[in-house]
């Protein structure tokens, strides 16, 4: 991955978005906001996740992979971009425990049909402004399963606090979501996404040790002290054959 953790200006991600669109079909490219919270979402794994790992399901949202005769200027340029992002984003974590999420503002004149979408219909104007960002991030949790799965209840709390602006699908949701809302009310949209970003900045910190943990070396057998017979069975000691270089 570049170095360069230069953030994209708002005519790069304008650029990006409307690339992203044009990925070839039938493939479901995530847009601008979607591929923000994915990235926050494989930045707080806890393992170090490789660009060649989690680029390709930005592409499409269920596992699609790009044609063999995907235009390469295309791809470079997406992927320069992405990169960026990425890398000014881990930055902004790391040294600030802050950064500026990408969320759209919510066209209230085409809010969803109760009759089409009753799960999205019933959520909060805030929570519908947000969710296609947090859809990015699940969309990370999804695809890297490790964090979901860490027996920690503090991430596992941070999580419900993000996932409150997905629809409710479920009873057992409807009720957190419930208790949310009464115990950490949001007064208003830009509470929110103030309350988003201290979140992940919150999981980054909680998967830290584990992200950058170095595994110990296992010797496979035990070791050989120079004065020991060598263990290639010449018959020197260990100092004079194989540990003399």
């Given amino acids: 991955m570049s170095t360069n953790a230069t953030d994209l200006t708002d005519a790069e991600f304008a650029e990006l978005d409307e690339m992203l669109a044009t990925t070839p079909e039938p493939l479901q490219a995530l847009d601008a906001s979607m591929l923000d919270g994915y990235l926050c979402g494989v930045l707080v794994q806890p393992r170090l996740i490789p660009v060649d790992e989690w680029m390709p399901n930005i592409f499409d949202y269920d596992g699609g992979l790009l044609p063999e005769d995907v235009d390469q200027v295309w791809l470079g340029r997406v992927r320069e971009l992405v990169e960026r992002r990425h890398a000014a984003l881990n930055r902004q974590l790391v040294e600030d425990g802050w950064f500026d999420p990408v969320v759209l503002d919510l066209d209230e004149s085409e809010a969803p049909d109760p009759q089409d979408d009753p799960e999205v219909a019933a959520m909060s104007p ?3 402004t947000l969710l296609p960002w947090v859809a990015g991030f699940q969309h990370a949790q999804l695809c890297f399963p490790e964090l979901s799965d860490m027996p920690d209840d503090a991430v596992m709390a941070a999580l419900a606090r993000l996932y409150r602006h997905l629809p409710a699908e479920t009873d057992e949701e409807k009720e957190i979501i419930a208790t949310l809302d009464r115990e950490h009310p949001l007064k208003d949209l ?11 900045a919150d999981l980054c910190d909680l998967t830290e040790a ?10 496979e057998g035990p070791k050989v002290g120079r004065n020991d017979p060598c263990p290639c069975g010449s018959g020197r000691k260990y100092k004079q054959c194989h540990g003399s270089n």
């Fill in 126 to 128: 805030i929570s519908r």
């Fill in 190 to 200: 830009d509470d929110a996404i103030e309350e988003m970003v201290v979140t992940v």
């Fill in 210 to 219: 584990e992200r950058y943990r170095v595994e110990t070396i296992q010797r």
